[in-house]
């Protein structure tokens, strides 16, 4: 069964550090588009960040440049997200997302059940 | 305030039609693919259309998708109570060079 599975969420400090991952299978890796996509409490999604194939592009949404990272491992069917310096309004579930070819208008078409984000002192 | 712009809510009886509508502009809509999204409180969301009116396997023909111009809408026939949840369009925007959602919809069937 294709799937995405992300890990890594927790409580963290404002100010503090956090590294999501997201593990793909059954579905060759190399050959998608992955991306982050976030819904904080009481919101709607947000798109947080996309990165290519082979990473060569990668797009962040302005409210995390600068302080989130995206990348990925295709050795080993892996996303990742570091976050820093994050904020109270960073605070949200955060999914996993397999774009369905390589536009980068392609829509979503396997998400993760999501990681849950807090930041509160 | 989103760059997709949806109506925050809207309501139907069971059998009866509902559609969500979609506003954007040329930099996002009018030029790139849209996709909807069905999103239930505590669960993944689910692709529903791509590439403006396709539907993946398994999703049945009660939906649908349409776009002119700077706007886009999902339509649901035949409402079930089960089709209660909030629902998103998204697109890129290619001025932005980002993904964008609508603000979401949330459908009640009465």
């Known amino acids: 069964e294709v799937q995405l599975v992300e890990s890594g969420g927790g409580l963290v400090k404002p100010g503090g550090s956090l590294r999501l991952s997201c593990a793909a299978s059954a579905f060759t890796f190399t050959n998608y588009i992955m991306n982050w996509v976030r819904q904080a409490p009481g919101k709607g999604l947000e798109w947080v960040s996309s990165i290519s194939s082979r990473s060569s592009y990668i797009y962040y949404a302005d409210s995390v440049k600068g302080r989130f990272t995206i990348s990925r491992d295709n050795a080993k069917n892996s996303l990742y997200l570091q976050m820093n310096s994050l904020r109270a309004d960073d605070t949200a579930v955060y999914y996993c997302?397999?774009?369905?070819?390589?536009?980068?208008?392609?829509?979503?078409?396997?998400w993760g059940q999501g990681t849950m984000v807090t930041v509160s002192s | 305030q989103s760059v997709l712009t949806q109506p925050p809510s809207v309501s139907a009886a069971p059998g009866q039609k509902v559609t969500i509508s979609c506003s954007g502009s040329s930099s996002n809509i009018g030029n790139n693919y849209v996709s909807w999204y069905q999103h239930l409180p505590g669960t993944a969301p689910k692709l529903l259309i791509y590439d403006n009116n396709k539907r993946p396997s398994g999703i049945p023909d009660r939906f649908s998708g349409s776009k002119s111009g700077t706007s886009a809408t999902l339509g649901i026939t035949g409402l079930q109570t089960g089709d209660e949840a909030d629902y998103y369009c998204?697109?890129?925007?290619?001025?932005?060079?980002?993904?964008?959602f609508g603000g979401g919809t949330k459908l009640t069937v009465l």
């Open positions: 997302a397999r774009s369905r070819s390589t536009g980068r208008d392609d829509a979503f078409d396997i």
């Open positions: 998204g697109t890129w925007d290619s001025s932005l060079s980002a993904g964008k």
